[in-house]
């Protein structure tokens, strides 16, 4: 069974640091694409950021180029997003996603449960 | 970027009812689309992908279509399970985009 477990959120203030964590299981990590899609409280699902499977290429959405990195670690199955800099409008939750390929057409196939992250003094 | 516009925004229709959501993409995307649903408190699923494919495990009730550039789920027989959130989403071109969500309940 695949499982995308997220760890790391909690409350910050803004400016401050915050790095995610997503431990992966019942898939071999190093094969697939990862991603980090958000969700504001009460708002709709908002893409964040792209790693490639070797890591070799990462996306980033424009609000948060610069701030925010994401990166991986195979030998550990793990994905990680590095949020510095963090404003009132990164509060959300945070979902790892997976990246399958069906059909020749890109899919986030396997979320976690999420990760709660809310900037505020 | 590529905008999704989703509507209706909200929906209320009855059990068994036909039910029908729509995207419209701001250019072209081809079958690059998918569809996720969202039930209260939970991760969004899969539905499905390449505009027209269901997803493993998707009850036949829902289903995908395309015509130019707008996207229709169509779910056939609206059950209480299907209550939730569904958004679609283009992956043709980064950054990929959501559209803003329906919120489907009962009536």
């Excluded at chain 2, 707008?70 to 939730?84: A, H, N, P, T």
Aim: glycine share 10%; hydrophobic share 35%; aromatic share 12%.
């Amino acid at each position: 069974e695949v499982q995308l477990v997220e760890s790391g959120g909690g409350l910050v203030q803004p400016g401050r640091s915050m790095k995610l964590s997503c431990a992966a299981s019942g898939f071999t990590f190093s094969n697939y694409g990862m991603a980090w899609v958000r969700q504001a409280p009460t708002k709709g699902l908002e893409w964040v950021a792209t790693i490639s499977y070797d890591g070799s290429s990462t996306y980033y959405r424009d609000s948060v180029k610069g701030r925010f990195t994401i990166s991986r670690d195979n030998a550990k199955s793990t994905l990680y997003l590095q949020m510095n800099s963090l404003r009132s409008e990164d509060t959300a939750t945070y979902y790892c996603t997976r990246i399958e390929q069906l059909s020749h057409y890109y899919v986030m196939d396997a979320w976690g449960q999420g990760a709660s992250v809310t900037v505020s003094s | 970027d590529i905008q999704m516009t989703q509507s209706p925004a909200s929906l209320s229709a009855s059990l068994e009812e036909i039910v029908t959501i729509t995207c419209q993409a701001s250019q072209d995307i081809g079958n690059w689309l998918a569809w996720y649903q969202q039930k209260p408190g939970k991760s969004p699923q899969l539905l499905i992908y390449g505009a027209t494919s269901l997803a493993d495990g998707v009850p036949s009730r829902f289903s995908g279509s395309r015509s130019g550039t707008q996207y229709s789920l169509k779910i056939s027989r609206l059950q209480v399970e299907d209550i939730g959130i569904y958004y679609c989403l283009q992956a043709y071109s980064a950054p990929w985009t959501f559209g803003g969500g329906t919120k489907l309940e009962l009536k």
